[in-house]
C-alpha cells in the first residue's frame, strides 16, 4: 500500500522532474538553492535546522496552479485530497494592494505537525471569478463559460483513482503508480495549439485570465523550492546572468529571527506554443506565463503578530510614498520599523503570543515540583520552545507574484459590479471543510502544551 504521505512525496518528486525539463532555469535555480542551503549548514549547525529539518527543507516546494471553474476547483480537491493536501486559507487577489488579476485562491497542504514534517508540499491554486463584472462583460462570461465547459483537464480515471486512494488511505503499488503518472501529466504544458484571437481577447482583460481560460488544458505555473537565505540566492542568481524581479517580497531581511516568508521570483520564460491564427493556420511563437520563484520560510504568526505586521507594512508604504527608492533602501527603512518594533528574542514573542512555538520538557529541569504558568517553566529551564515554521502564504506577495510577471496591466472596471466570493463560497465549492491557518498553527501549539502537563503531571489550571 502507497499511503497519502508517499504519494504526495512522489508527486512532488514527479512534477519536479517534469518542470525540470519543461523550465531548465528551474534547475538552476533548485541547485543554487542547495548550494546556499549546505553553505548555511556549514556555518550554523543545528540552528539552520530549527526551522526544519535539511530533508525537510531539501524535499521542500510549493507549486502554483490555476483553474478556470468550481467544478475544476472540486476535481483539484480530490486530487490533492488523495495525497493528504487539504484547502487551507482564503486568499482574494482580486483586492489584495495593487493586485487586479480576477482570481480567488486557497492553498492545498497537509494540516497536521508530524505530516507536514515528512512532506510539506503545497500548491497555491487560484480560481478564475468568471461572475466579476469588474473584469468580465456578461458576454464575455458567456462565451468563457462554454469554453471552460467544454474541456476536460483531468481524465475520469485519474479522479476514480483518487477517490479510492482518499477513502482507502492509500493506493496498492500499480493503481498508485498509475494514478502518479495521470496526474503530473495533467500538469504538463500542452502542445495543443492555443487560439491567437481567443486568447488575445482575454488578455486584454488579464493575462492571467487568458493563461486560464484561453487554454484547453491547464499546467504548473511555478514550482518554487525553499532557501535558507534568500538574500544570499538573490545574489548569487543575479551573478549567473538570471534577471530576478525587482526585490524579495514579505518582510525585510534584518538581524531578529525569520517570520512568515519572503519570496522572490525571475521573469516569466518566453516559451514555444503553438497558434492557430483565425484562417485555421497553426503557427509558432511564444508566450511568458510561467516563472521561477524561491522562498525562505520563517516562524508562524499569531493575528497580533500579524496585525504588527501588516502595521508596520503600511507604514512603510506610508513612509516612502512617492518617493523613488531602490531595495535596498526600502529594505532599510523596513528593518529599522522592524528593530524599534518587533521583539528580537523568541522569548519576547512568546511572552507577547506574537509568534507560534511547540513546548517540550527539557531533560536537564531541574528538581522539585514543576511551576504551574508557562513563563515559569521557560524561564526556570523546565521547559524549551520550537518555533512553528509558517506554511502559508501572504496575499500581498502573492499579488506582487502575480504582478510582476504580467505581461500587461490588463483592464479592471473599477466602477462595475464585483462578484461576492468569499471563504464560505470557496468551502461550498471545494465540497470540504475551509482550514483556517491559525487554528491549525493553535492547534499543534496547544496540543504539545498538552504533552507538556502531562509529562509534568500537571493539571490544568
Ligand atoms: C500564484 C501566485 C502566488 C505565491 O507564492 O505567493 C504564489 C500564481 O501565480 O498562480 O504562488
Ligand atoms: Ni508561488
Known sequence: ????????????????????????????LVDVAQEVNREVLARMGADAERLGSIGRVTAERHGAIRVGTPAELAQVARIFGAMGMYPVGYYDLREAAGSSVPVVSTAFRPVDEAELAANPFRVFTSMLVTGDRRFFGADLERRLGEFLGARRLFPPRLLDLADRAEAEGGLDGEAAEEFLTLATRAFELSAEPVSRSWYAELERVSSVAADIGGVASTHVNHLTPRVLDIDALYARMSERGITMIDAIQGPPRWDGPDLLLRQTSFRALAEPRLFREDDGRVVQDDLRVRFGEVEARGIAVTPAGRALYDELSAELDALLAGQQVTAEERNAAGAKLWADRVPRGEAELIAGDLAYFTFHVLDARPGGAAPADLA?????????????????????????????????????DVTAAGADFGPEALAAVLGRPLHDPYELYASIRAA??????????????
Open 1 to 28: 500500500m502507497v499511503d497519502a504521505t508517499a504519494l504526495r512525496a512522489a508527486f512532488a518528486r514527479r512534477l519536479s522532474a517534469m518542470y525540470g525539463t519543461e523550465v531548465p532555469a528551474y534547475n538552476t
Open 376 to 412: 515559569t517553566l521557560l524561564a526556570d529551564g523546565w521547559v524549551g520552545a520550537r518555533p512553528i515554521v509558517y506554511e502559508d502564504f501572504l496575499p500581498r506577495s502573492a499579488a506582487g507574484i502575480f504582478q510582476s510577471n504580467l505581461t500587461s496591466d490588463g483592464a479592471k
Open 448 to 461: 504539545s502544551l498538552a504533552r507538556v502537563r502531562a509529562d509534568l503531571g500537571l493539571t490544568r489550571e
